[in-house]
């Protein structure tokens, strides 16, 4: 019995996680679609999220999937006409 309560307990988890991840998903198109529309010109930090892991936010950082974002930036920008550019923050 405690087998399977475990197995169903992994799976519950894994459920758990996967709306996680969709949500996120949903969220990030939504965001970059609205961005995309309401701006003829976006600009985004080349930051390193490896970096960022390290430093005190490191559990926002990876949650909130950087280079997710930039990606559908640069490719929603691209169809939409939009200016993508990419800036060095090292300045």
Do not use: P
């Amino acid at each position: 019995m405690a087998v399977a309560q475990r197995a169903n307990k992994k799976l519950e988890v894994k459920n758990i996680h996967a709306k996680n991840k969709n949500r996120r998903k949903d969220e990030l198109h939504q965001f970059s679609t609205m961005l995309t529309q309401e701006y003829g010109a976006i600009f985004v930090g080349n930051v390193s999220s490896n970096k960022l892991v390290k430093t005190k936010m490191a559990k926002s950082t990876l949650d909130a999937g950087w280079s997710s974002l930039k990606t559908m930036l640069e490719y929603k920008s691209r169809q939409a006409g939009v200016i993508f550019e990419e800036v060095n923050e090292a300045y």
